[in-house]
Every structure is written in C-alpha cells, then in structure tokens.
C-alpha cells in the first residue's frame, strides 16, 4: 500500500487504529539568474511567471516526497493534516516545508454505513435523557492534535 495524504484530520473511509509520529519534508530551492531576468521582462507586460510556477510546483513535489520517505520508514499507511509552509532564507532563496502526521490506518466496512437508519444516524443507545447520534461521515475519528 503507498502512503495516503490528506489535508483533512482522517483519511475518508479509513479508520485511524495508530499515531505514528509527525512527518515533513522540505527543501531550500533558490532562483536562476536566467528565470529571474524573464521574470522581470514578463512582469513589465503582466502574466503569469511560468518560470516560477514551475519552480514552485518542484519544490512542492521534493518536499513532499522527503516526507513520504520518513511516514515509509516509520511503517506508516497515511499522513494526515498535511501542510505546506514557506519561509525566506536568504535573499533570493525560500524554503518549502511540509507536514503531517504519520499513522495507520484500516478500511472501514461499508457495513457499518449499511447498519445505519434511513436518516444517517444511530439511534440505538438513545434514551430519554441524552442522545448520541453517530453520522456517516463523523464515525470516530483520530485526532492528531490532541
């Protein structure tokens, strides 16, 4: 199975069973001369900086790449609440961080959704008092922030 990402808390369909640890990946990426001088002459005329795009778009990809090798080495089966962030470094060089939290995860049987009533809800521990309702979409859920 290749690792799974996802910017959400949970993974659709999967049930979270174990917490790795975090994982991220980045690199420091600088700009070409011969880029930056284009860049200059395309933004007297206006457009967008293609150059750049692509450079961002490598960037993103190693980053992320570095941080699947780590969630591999740690066992893991996803990343889950992914994010990028950037920061300056020197002058004419950024570095492009991701990360996200390695765990496990397990399908989740499409015959729990099938056990549910008509209206998406669980009524069965319902009482007079109190009433928990368990939707589709909010089966329990691993939270890796806390």
């Known amino acids: 199975m290749t690792v799974q990402l996802s910017n959400l808390e949970h993974l659709p369909n999967y049930q979270i069973t174990e917490r790795l640890d ?7 990426r600088s700009k070409h001369v011969g880029k930056d001088l284009f860049a200059g002459l395309k933004n007297i ?7 750049y795009t692509e450079l961002l778009e490598e960037s993103r990809q190693e980053a992320i790449d570095r941080m699947i090798v780590k969630a591999e080495a740690l066992g893991a089966d996803a ?3 992914l994010r990028f962030s950037t920061s300056s470094i ?4 950024s570095e ?3 990360y996200g939290t390695a765990v496990k995860v397990a399908p989740i049987s499409q015959q729990q959704y099938q056990n549910l009533p008509s209206d998406g809800y669980d009524h069965s521990s319902q009482n007079t008092n109190t009433q928990t309702q368990v939707a ?9 922030f806390g």
């Open 136 to 144: 589709p979409d909010d089966l329990p859920r691993f939270n890796p």
């Open 96 to 98: 492009l961080f991701v």
């Open 90 to 93: 020197a002058q004419g060089a």
């Open 22 to 28: 975090v994982v991220y990946g980045s690199t420091v």
């Open 45 to 51: 005329v206006g457009g967008e900086l293609t150059a």
């Open 79 to 81: 990343v889950v609440g």
